[in-house]
């Protein structure tokens, strides 16, 4: 190790230096924003293909139905963040900064092989234990889990390779298969229920988690092992990341279970129906935050001029897309999804937290790749101990409207937490945050 200090690096593991680097405003053209448009053309898409598919089955399914599958789905997303988020952030350290492409790759099918046996074991005991008080439909919930999270580590492999054109391309994939699967079944009489549904996505599923291990089995079967230092050093990075983003994660998503424990289904269904809009506002961040990782860890942003420019660029998109939701967004519901039209209280009360969260989402992008500190854990913590606050408080008396408002607190809390951090790890203040003066011509 070099003789710089290593200030909110994770203890243990041993890291190549990389040298410091200066980039010029060309340099970030020719490598930061190609790999942002490809990357944000494709997640438009992406929204683009799921908010037709939520309209779908928003149509088709009966609300109560469509309620249980908005919980379901957010179970499968937080079951993958805890059985793949290490591997995924662990693989694109370690294959970015070591090239150990072939020994995590091998070190992962592994693991995902065992965790299919266990957690497909489970769901089947569970079933047979618990007899008709247990949805069936819940084994294809553990299935989908599974694959969503070898998906996720394919995806970690391919963003530490930078790979970006697959990392685009596989969760299209998947929403390609999921839409078109779910609209044959609609058009050619066949029928469209939960269970239906849940197969046709376990089947995507499959599919987007085939195609992010193709380039990497490319390098070889023979080359595949598993090791278990790799797999140690990768959840020794990954570990901290996916507490982090596992919280995260539940800032953003949990209130459709608490809706569902504290109302009824069709209020998780209405809320769903808010959060589908709500995540226009959150994809070009997260892109503009994954294509940022790549670089950090590489050193090439250790001023943090680079995310301060990436986090002003978002925070102009944000209340661009609020104001557009804001004035469209009634209509918008009463066209796609006119089974909800309540959908729009709780979607305005969002909108300040997540005007918030598009610019700190890049900021936290930053503090991830310098070895994510402890910022990273505690503030998602103590944002989602003010959403279960607020949410216990305001959701029995103002429904969805006090599921929003709680939702908005938590975000606004959170994004002011990671923000501070970010200026106190850099020296940037809130003056220079919030003043923009373009792309600087050199950028460390």
Not at 392 to 409: K, M
């Amino acid at each position: 190790m070099s003789g710089r200090p290593d200030q909110g690096r994770t203890p243990g593991v041993q890291l190549r230096p990389q040298p410091v680097l200066a980039w010029t405003e060309h340099d970030l053209n020719m490598a930061l924003l190609p790999g942002f448009s490809l990357n944000a053309v494709s997640s438009l898409l992406l929204y683009g293909l799921g908010f037709f598919n939520q309209a779908l089955l928003a149509r088709v399914l009966p609300p109560a139905e469509y309620g249980h599958l908005a919980i379901m789905a957010t179970t499968v997303m937080f079951g993958g963040l805890l059985l793949g988020e290490w591997l995924q952030r662990g693989a694109t350290y370690v294959v970015g900064r070591d090239r150990a492409e072939a020994e995590v790759t091998g070190s992962a099918l592994v693991y995902c092989a065992v965790i299919a046996l266990v957690v497909m074991g489970m769901a089947i005991a569970g079933r047979n234990l618990t007899g008709n008080g247990f949805r069936a439909e819940w084994i294809l919930v553990a299935g989908i889990t599974v694959l969503h999270a070898t998906q996720k580590s394919g995806q970690g492999i391919n963003l530490g390779s930078e790979r970006l054109s697959i990392v685009a391309v596989t969760p299209l994939v998947m929403i390609c298969a999921y839409l078109g699967g779910n609209a044959l079944a609609v058009f050619t009489g066949v029928g469209l229920q939960l269970h239906t549904t849940l197969w046709i996505w376990l089947g995507a599923m499959g599919l987007s988690a085939t195609v992010a291990y193709v380039p990497a089995l490319r390098t070889g079967y023979g080359n595949l092992v598993f090791r278990r230092a790799i797999m140690a050093q990768t959840l020794c990075v990954g570990a901290r990341g996916a507490v982090a983003a596992a919280l995260i994660f539940l800032l953003f998503r949990s209130s459709i279970w608490l809706l569902g424990y504290l109302a009824t289904p069709l209020a998780a269904a209405s809320f769903r129906v808010a959060l589908t809009f709500a995540d226009l506002m959150q994809r070009l961040p997260n892109v503009a935050g994954m294509v940022l990782l790549a670089h950090v860890v590489r050193g090439h942003d250790r001023s943090g001029q680079l995310s301060l420019q990436v986090a002003q660029a978002t925070m102009a998109f944000s209340l661009l897309a609020a104001a557009g939701i804001g004035l469209a967004g009634r209509a918008a519901l009463a066209i796609a999804f006119p089974r909800y039209p309540e959908a729009y209280i709780p979607l305005m009360c969002m909108l300040p937290g997540l005007v918030c969260t598009g610019p700190a989402s890049v900021l936290n992008t930053k503090l991830a790749g310098t070895g994510y500190p402890a910022v990273m854990i505690w503030a998602p913590a103590v944002a989602l101990a003010v959403l279960m606050g607020c949410s216990l408080l305001l959701v029995p008396r103002w429904g969805l409207a006090g599921a929003g408002l709680a939702v908005s607190a938590a975000h606004i809390t959170w994004s002011t937490l990671v923000v501070r951090a970010y200026m106190s790890a850099t020296g940037h203040g809130w003056r220079r945050f919030l003043r923009w003066s373009g792309f600087d011509d050199n950028i460390q």
